[in-house]
Each structure stands twice: as structure tokens, then as C-alpha cells.
């Protein structure tokens, strides 16, 4: 799906989708009882909302893979919630430290991205539900 979606840049979008899948699957056995397919879609879902490109989730939203998977779930805004949950745990003080030290090395610092993205994201719902 990142090739599909910007094929100037989806290295960047690939390895955040897998950062956050790792993430989520480390953290939240539940998301085992999903299809690999939509887990997959959900995190690239996340992985362009918290990289920025929220240009391209117009272009997710029409793409065929991504609707497939889409209609095989009753709730992706539950599962990406799961996964941007389980990057601000694996982000603090969790017993395994693997996937910050491998995805939060450079040229591109995947993880702290991620990690920043989804804490500042986190402060935005809060503040929404308050009022």
C-alpha cells in the first residue's frame, strides 16, 4: 500500500506502519484475533496521520487494498486507536526496548516521529472530549 500511495517516499510510510504494527502486537494481544490485512491497513492508516501526510489519506481511502481490508473489520478507528496506544506505552518505560532502538536510528528516526506524533495527537482527543 505505501508503493500505491506515494512511490516517492514509501520507504518512510512502510517502515512507520511497521514500527506500529510491532508495537501493537507486542502490547496488545487482541490484535492477533484480526486479519493480517487489516492490521496492515490500520497501520498504514496510522503511519501517514502520524507522519503528516494527511494529503494522502484521501488517496488510502480509494485505494482497493485498503477497502478490502476496511470491510473485512466492524471498527479500524478501534484498532488505530490500539496502535497509536501501544506506541506511547512501548515509547515510555516498557520491559523491551527493540523496536526504539531499531526503528529510532537514522536517516529518518522513524520511532521518535511516531512516538512525538501520537503523544501530540493523544493531547488533541483529550482536549476535544473536554469540550
Not at 496502535?83 to 512501548?90: D, S
Not at 532502538?101 to 472530549?129: N, R
Request: proline share 3%; net charge neutral; with cysteine.
Amino acid at each position: 500500500m505505501s508503493w500505491w500511495l506515494d512511490d516517492a517516499h514509501s520507504d518512510e510510510i512502510e517502515i512507520a506502519a511497521v514500527f506500529l504494527c510491532l508495537c501493537g502486537l507486542m502490547v496488545n494481544k487482541t490484535l492477533c484475533n484480526e486479519l493480517p490485512s487489516v492490521i496492515a491497513a490500520a497501520c498504514v492508516r496510522d503511519a501517514l496521520l502520524l507522519l503528516g501526510k494527511r494529503d494522502l489519506m484521501l488517496r488510502l481511502e480509494t485505494s482497493p487494498v485498503f477497502k478490502a481490508a476496511k470491510n473485512k473489520t466492524t471498527d479500524m478507528c478501534s484498532i488505530c486507536s490500539t496502535l497509536r496506544t501501544a506506541v506511547r506505552i512501548v515509547s515510555n518505560s516498557y520491559e523491551y526496548k527493540t523496536p526504539m532502538e531499531i526503528f529510532g536510528t537514522g536517516p529518518h528516526f522513524i520511532a521518535q516521529k511516531i512516538v512525538k506524533c501520537a503523544y501530540d495527537l493523544e493531547v488533541s482527543e483529550v482536549q476535544c472530549t473536554r469540550n
